[in-house]
């Protein structure tokens, strides 16, 4: 949709955090059928972080994209915690970590798998034309409780993290220019677990679907901001596998010195992938006043999001 919001939101706050456990490849090859260059060469993934909780990793993230905004949690009004991997079936998580942090507003878990930080971003601004001054919205994941340690076709490529941003009213600049949220739920199978279970996923198809998926959401959201690839300093992806950066990019016409990429030291942290890639690239300078940036994801659903924002108050 094209974004039409009365009043603006702008991201001033941001923040990241990973558990301290490093499980290297070499780790995994230890007790996989796998390599050390099949990871690399297949992924682009060299080591990931494991342990946590989701709403522990989420607290910590959360009240450092509370400290660079220079705010306190009781300015918060809602919080939005995207997730895939909640710690509980009921409640949800964003209650654990309402009540840690101590934010005093609305607080709701949001899950559209890895795409869910970009639908948690479009709610956030939705909230904001609505009226809500200060949004806390963290993408957090504990991958690891869902990763079956014994299947080499997704241990090798899921981690924990999480990444967070805080939204404010401007009154008037809106950093959002342009989105696309979609889904194709017939095809929920490919990317699947039981309440309790592990993931199960056919590699192949979600790789050939998700390259797909990344340059159609991502044409639209420009189209829609009425923006063209060029005029972007920087694409932050999902980060699921670089080969699939690598071909959307190369689809898009972007070279891969204008993307954002985590997942070497990471691995495919879900929902936290895209907010950990943004802090990354803020906090390596790599972000300026004015920037234009486009978040894309996809994931299980299958789901699908993109957004154009303007970055800082450079408008
Ligand atoms: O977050 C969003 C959701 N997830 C994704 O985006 C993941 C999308 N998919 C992928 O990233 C890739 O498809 C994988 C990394 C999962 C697999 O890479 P691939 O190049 O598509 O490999 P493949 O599935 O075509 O498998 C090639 C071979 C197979 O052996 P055969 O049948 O050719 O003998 C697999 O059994 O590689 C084998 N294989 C492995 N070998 C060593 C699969 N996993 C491993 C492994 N180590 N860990």
């Not at 456990?21 to 050390?36: F, H, Q």
């Not at 199960?200 to 959401?217: I, K, L, S």
């Amino acid at each position: 949709m094209q974004a039409t919001t009365r009043t603006g939101g702008l991201i001033t706050g941001w923040g990241a955090a990973l558990p301290d456990k490093v499980v290297t490849n070499e780790d995994l090859v230890a007790t996989l059928d796998t390599t050390e260059d099949w990871i690399v060469e297949r992924t682009g993934i060299r080591e990931r972080r494991v342990g946590g909780t989701t709403a522990g990793l989420a607290v910590e993230a959360g009240q450092r994209a509370l400290d660079t905004a220079g705010l306190s949690p009781t300015d918060i009004e809602l919080l939005i915690l995207c997730t895939t991997t909640p710690d509980m079936a009921i409640p949800s998580t964003a209650s654990l970590v309402q009540d840690e942090l101590g934010t005093p507003g609305g607080a709701v878990d949001l899950n559209a798998a890895c795409s869910g930080f970009v639908y948690g971003l479009v709610a956030a601004h939705g909230h904001v034309a609505l009226g809500y001054e200060r949004i806390l919205l963290i993408g957090a994941e504990t991958m690891s409780r869902v990763t079956d340690w014994d299947d080499r076709n997704t241990a090798v490529l899921f981690g924990d993290g999480a990444g967070a941003v805080v939204l404010e009213a401007t009154g008037g600049v809106d950093g959002l220019l342009g989105f696309d949220l979609g889904s194709d739920g017939s095809a929920r199978h490919l990317l699947e677990a039981d309440i309790g279970g592990f993931m199960r996923m056919e590699g192949r198809e979600v790789f050939r679907r998700a390259v797909r998926a990344v340059v159609d959401t991502a044409n639209r959201a420009m189209q829609r901001a009425g923006v063209t690839i060029a005029d972007l300093a920087l694409v932050v992806p999902h980060q699921a596998n670089i080969r699939i950066i690598e071909s959307a990019a190369r689809r898009l016409g972007i070279s891969m010195d204008r993307t954002v990429n985590v997942l070497e030291t990471t691995g495919n942290t879900s929902a936290a992938s895209i907010p950990m890639g943004l802090v990354h690239a803020v906090e390596s300078g790599r972000l300026h006043g004015g920037d234009l940036v486009l978040l894309v994801g996809f994931g299980a659903g299958m789901s699908w999001a993109a957004a154009v924002i303007r970055w800082g108050t450079g408008a």
